[in-house]
């Protein structure tokens, strides 16, 4: 299993990914070929997937905002599950948010995602009951729920 930088040209592979996950929730502005070509290049050393048998298995998408770093999107394919990969791609995705000068790591899962929420529990990522979270799009987004 090699874990490596992600490249736009996993861009298919990731998305095919994406959509087998249950529970994973995209849109088609951010999570278009053009929005993640958009992320990867802002934030080139942090997003990542894992390949075996030269198929992506699994991925993490991770960037900075210069002060906190955030993680999207990880995701590992269900026959590869329950190896490590996932916390394999947390943890390359945290060495190289920290390599950058990033302290503190945040995320957001649907509160429907049991296996997620579970797994990003069992690391040690707390539920933040002071605050409430929000946003408002710019521009007019299709959510895609798998």
Same mark, same amino acid.
């Given at each position: 299993m090699e874990i490596r930088k992600m490249q736009i040209d996993d861009y298919n592979d990731v998305y095919a990914l994406w959509l087998s996950c249950k529970g994973m929730g995209m849109n088609n502005l951010d999570d278009s070929e053009d929005g993640i070509?958009? %992320?990867?290049?802002?934030?080139?050393?942090?997003? %990542?997937? +894992?390949?075996? +048998?030269?198929?992506? *298995?699994? *991925?993490?998408? +991770?960037g900075s905002d210069g002060r906190r770093g955030y993680i999207y999107h990880t995701a590992v394919s269900e026959q590869y599950r329950k190896q490590g990969i996932a916390t394999r791609l947390v943890n390359s995705a945290m060495d190289a948010l920290k390599a950058i000068g990033i302290n503190k790591v945040a995320l957001v899962v649907f509160d429907a995602n049991e296996d997620g929420n579970a797994f990003w529990e069992s690391l040690g990522f707390e539920v933040r009951n002071d605050l409430v979270y929000r946003n408002k799009p710019i521009a007019e987004m299709i959510r895609i729920d798998t």
């Amino acid at each position: 299993m090699e874990i490596r930088k992600m490249q736009i040209d996993d861009y298919n592979d990731v998305y095919a990914l994406w959509l087998s996950c249950k529970g994973m929730g995209m849109n088609n502005l951010d999570d278009s070929e053009d929005g993640i070509d958009r %992320f990867l290049r802002r934030n080139p050393d942090t997003c %990542f997937v +894992a390949v075996e +048998a030269s198929k992506i *298995v699994g *991925v993490i998408i +991770a960037g900075s905002d210069g002060r906190r770093g955030y993680i999207y999107h990880t995701a590992v394919s269900e026959q590869y599950r329950k190896q490590g990969i996932a916390t394999r791609l947390v943890n390359s995705a945290m060495d190289a948010l920290k390599a950058i000068g990033i302290n503190k790591v945040a995320l957001v899962v649907f509160d429907a995602n049991e296996d997620g929420n579970a797994f990003w529990e069992s690391l040690g990522f707390e539920v933040r009951n002071d605050l409430v979270y929000r946003n408002k799009p710019i521009a007019e987004m299709i959510r895609i729920d798998t």
